[in-house]
């Protein structure tokens, strides 16, 4: 996923560019078309990428489910990392049973 995304991104990091000049030129309404999408996209991966981070940090964490939430939205894929290392390779008893 994160290949396709850096190839998305470097395409609309093009079409940005494209857009600031066709600000330079007075063409407003093309630009703003242009960085629409580049948002549309960027908030479309932010959600999918951290949505399930921050279900697994509340489900996981009873005690602190607000901090460890916030964390989970920050770093979303150290998260998921760490606790697939925990949950399925150290097999940790008793660990997150969801």
């Known amino acids: 996923m994160s290949v396709i995304s850096l190839c998305i991104v470097n395409l609309m ?35 999918v990428t951290t949505i399930p981070a921050v279900l697994v940090a509340i489900n996981c964490n ?10 989970a939205f920050l770093i979303s894929d150290i998260y998921l990392l760490q606790w697939s290392i925990k949950k399925f390779i150290l097999k940790y008893p008793d660990y997150c049973s969801i």
Do not use: A
């Open 13 to 47: 990091r093009m079409r940005t560019l494209e857009s600031f000049k066709n600000y330079l030129n007075g063409d407003v309404d093309k630009m703003i078309k242009d960085n629409l999408y580049t948002l549309i996209y960027i908030t479309m991966l932010l959600l």
């Open 62 to 71: 009873k005690t602190q489910p607000i901090r460890y939430g916030v964390l």
